[in-house]
């Protein structure tokens, strides 16, 4: 596909998508790191003569319906204060007349059952005032929706900053070894893809979260009330009899007698686990055990929390994962919603090589599958050059 810096911008109309998709409270943004993520783009796109930037994105599920409280007018006014440049938000994102401003912001595409539906017609609309499309919002590269794919069907195309770090980070083709993910999360069923895929990649991979315990389930331990997944139990059994050594799995976890805060808990290793027992993080000697591997590594790979994070007791676990693998001298790559939640709360994200906000196009690309926002750029790309 065409980078950004591939293509000659002077007194072009650019169209760019981002994922402005950010959390809002009472009328403002709360969390601005996606809209700082797309300044380098925009800031390249100005200031290599562009004569117009038309910014189109998504906020929410409103369901082809317009909604009030998912109305992009927030995000205009955070946009506005990071460039120091007023950027007028339209009240559609089709059938608009575009102000004559350096920049501009179209209203929630997700107001329109067309842009889910992957329509054409809608994306013509979209394209009608534009010389170029820019593609800055890997996050949303797993969906086929028509400003992802349509667009570049009809306009050059090419990829914005934040969508090359996304793909350059997540490509594990080349990465030094040894390598080791960290795998967490509540279900097996969700991360088999990922899972099988990873060890294409990586040397070993640690199990945590609630998924572990289908994994113990497998090898035959008592789980108690430990939630797991029955359907799953012969795949994770498979999987650990075809990796030897590679997969691998905590020794002892933290056990309660119920999901909330003051919840009575205490350490056990896993063949000690009673069958009124609910596990709920990783055990104290296991985050001992992750780190030493982990200390061997050249590459980490973290998805997933290794407990119950949203309740501080059951968090523990996750959290000294988190500080040991930013300390390591290692290439270090993080992703998922709760995850980044994690870094985020103890304030470690300048300290990873990267951390990935793309959720679920993120764990998609991870699990190998060809996404449809990448595949439109590629096909873009040679249609245009001929």
């Known amino acids: 596909m065409l980078k950004i810096t591939d293509i000659d911008f002077k007194d072009q109309i650019v169209l760019l998508r981002t994922d402005y998709n950010v ?29 117009q930037i038309i910014i189109i994105s998504h906020l929410g599920r409103p369901e082809g319906k317009v909604v009030e409280e998912m109305r992009l007018t927030p995000v205009a006014k955070k946009l506005s204060e990071l460039l120091g440049i007023n950027v007028p938000k339209l009240d559609d994102c089709i059938d608009v007349k575009i102000p ?46 028509s400003s992802m794919v349509q667009i570049p069907k009809l306009l050059p195309s090419c990829a914005g900053f934040q969508l090359i770090r996304e793909v350059i980070n997540l490509n594990l083709e080349n990465i030094a070894k040894p390598a080791v993910a960290v795998m967490g999360g509540s279900k097996v069923s969700t991360k088999i893809g990922l899972i099988q895929n990873m060890l294409k990649k990586v040397d070993i991979i640690l199990i945590g979260g609630a998924m572990m315990f289908t994994f113990l389930k497998a090898m035959g331990f008592e789980v108690g009330k430990s939630r797991y997944e029955e359907d799953n139990v012969a795949t994770a059994k498979k999987l650990l009899k075809e990796n030897k050594k590679r997969i691998v799995l905590p ?48 590459t980490v790979i973290w998805n997933g929390p290794m407990g119950i994070i949203e309740i501080d007791a059951f968090a523990r676990g996750t959290e000294e ?46 699990e190998g599958k060809e996404l449809p926002g990448l595949k439109a750029l590629e096909d873009s790309e040679k249609k245009f050059e001929q």
């Open 23 to 51: 959390p809002i409270k009472n009328g403002a943004v709360t969390d601005d790191a996606r809209i700082r993520a797309s300044l380098e783009t925009i800031k390249y796109i100005v200031n290599a003569g562009a004569g």
């Open 100 to 145: 004559n401003e350096r920049i501009v912001l179209l209203e929630n595409l997700r107001f329109h059952p067309e842009e889910e539906a992957n329509d054409d017609f809608f994306a013509r609309k979209l394209a009608v005032n534009a010389d170029v499309f820019v593609n800055d919002a890997f996050s949303d590269c797993h969906r086929a929706h």
């Open 251 to 298: 020794i002892d976890a933290v056990v309660a007698d119920k999901i909330e805060e003051g919840a009575k808990a205490r350490n056990a290793s896993i063949e000690n686990i009673r069958k009124d027992d609910i596990g709920v993080d990783i055990g104290e000697a296991t985050v001992r055990y992750y780190n030493q591997i982990l200390d061997g590594a050249k």
């Open 321 to 366: 994962i988190a500080l040991h693998i930013s300390q390591l001298k290692a290439t270090t790559i993080a992703g998922g919603g709760e995850t980044i939640s994690v870094i985020d709360k103890l304030k470690i994200g300048n300290k990873f090589t990267f951390v990935s906000t793309a959720g679920g196009a993120a764990l998609e690309f991870l």
